[in-house]
């Protein structure tokens, strides 16, 4: 099995940061694509951020300029940077992960559980 464990949210001041975790853990081969999503009350999931096994980013243009992706492949870890925050980002963020489990399986999508930002005064 696979889990995608999030950690890093909480309420934070307008203007504020928070950096968010996500550790992938059990049997992975490889893995492609890990990225960040969030839906706020009320709308639709939205992609944040992704970042390729090779390092390509991509952004939503709502965070561009604010927050960041990174990773860490030794630890299947990816990480997201948030600056800047308005509450307008109030949202649950998900962490998910494009990956294989072994060589002869096909790649398959695996989300974490969601962990809560709120951006308030």
């Known amino acids: 099995q696979v889990q995608l464990v999030e950690s890093g949210g909480g309420l934070v001041q307008p203007g504020g940061s928070l950096r968010l975790s996500c550790a992938a853990s059990g049997s992975i081969f490889r893995i492609s694509t890990m990225g960040w999503h969030r839906q706020a009350p009320g709308k639709q999931r939205e992609l944040v951020a992704a970042?390729?096994?090779?390092?390509?980013?991509n952004y939503a243009d709502s965070v561009k300029g604010r927050f960041t992706i990174s990773k860490d492949n030794a630890k299947n870890t990816v990480y997201l940077e948030m600056n800047s925050l308005s509450p307008e980002d109030t949202a649950v963020y998900y962490c998910?992960?494009?990956?294989?489990?072994?060589?002869?399986?096909?790649?398959?999508?695996?989300w974490g559980q969601g962990t809560q930002v709120t951006v308030s005064s």
């Open positions: 998910n992960a494009d990956l294989q489990r072994t060589y002869y399986r096909p790649r398959e999508d695996y």
């Open positions: 970042i390729s096994s090779g390092g390509n980013t």
